[in-house]
């Protein structure tokens, strides 16, 4: 077995130094939870692991100044889940990545290992697609941001670039009567993947749908934003007609596969059956907001 060096840097630039200095040999580590298991069914083998969970940007949960939330990439679902605001006001983004594993995987996981692990049914991802988040990444030549949505180019593949680390999450401030909800469908009650993921955030004003967005997962190589399915919901008051609409739109979009937890044309079905169900609760919370 070869040796595996370990860097645990406290500055972001000593960190991107490393990881880009290894020209693709060094991989990140946030809680480990897909990385170990992998290193350990030896699907990759890192000649350098660089942890950054003492970089104090990765591991802090800002509201900023506008309202909205900076959440550093590698921080915990269990530190998410306790802080005193996020969930008031992003309930179906914390709980979507409140899904993610058990009590002991949530003391670890991360919502930025969710996104660069890049499984097509990562349960995270839908819902801050949804959210309309922008992930910053930095790398060697200086820092970006780029939507949630660009950021998976296919099943363990991300389109950052050579050397870049994903730096942190922004979500945007909330309007009044906004809501978000997270449904998937897996074959056991807990601690399983993603047979389909639903992430919707919606706003009410007076009843009507002022803006929508649907992130789909687990139906195509790479979780979708289904564009269509916002607009079939924006200015309807959310009739029966309007969310079949939707629901159809989440149809047309899937590209799934057919494995072990479901065939292609149940994932499809129940794509729509998600859909339906995640803007009712989305929409119910709205409506107290
Ligand atoms: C028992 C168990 C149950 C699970 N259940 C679920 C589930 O229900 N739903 C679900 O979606 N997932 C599940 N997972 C998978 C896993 O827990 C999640 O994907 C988790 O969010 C990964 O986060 P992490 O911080 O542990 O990532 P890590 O394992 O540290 O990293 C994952 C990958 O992303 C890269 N990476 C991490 N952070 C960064 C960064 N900041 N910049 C660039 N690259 C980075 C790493 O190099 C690695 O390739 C489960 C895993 C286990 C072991």
Redesign the pocket.
Known sequence: MTDIRYLAPRTLDEAVGA?AAARGAA????????????MRAGA?R?GL?VD?KRIAE?TSIEETADGGFRIG??V??AVLGEHPRFGQVWPGVLEA?N????T??QG????????????P?????PAMIAADAVVT?QGPDGRRQMPVAAVPAGP?R?N?APG????SFTLPPRPRGAGDAYL?M?PRT?????VV?CGVNLTLRDGTCTAARVGL?AVAPTVLLVGEAGKALVGSRLDAAAIEAAAAACRAACRPIDDKRGTIAYRTRIAGVLLKRTVGIAADRAGRA
Do not use: H, K, W, Y
């Not at 991989?27 to 992998?38: K, M, P, S």
């Not at 899904?99 to 058990?102: A, F, V």
């Not at 670890?108 to 499984?119: D, H």
């Open positions: 990881f991989r990140i580590l946030a809680g480990g939870t897909d990385l170990l298991v992998q990759v890192p692991i950054i990765m990439a590698a915990s679902g990545v899904l993610i594993g058990s002991q995987v670890r996981a991360s919502p930025g290992g969710n996104l660069c692990n890049a499984s049914a990562g349960d995270s991802v990444v363990g991300t950052l870049e680390i994903l730096v998937r897996i807990e601690m399983d993947i993603a993921g997962g």
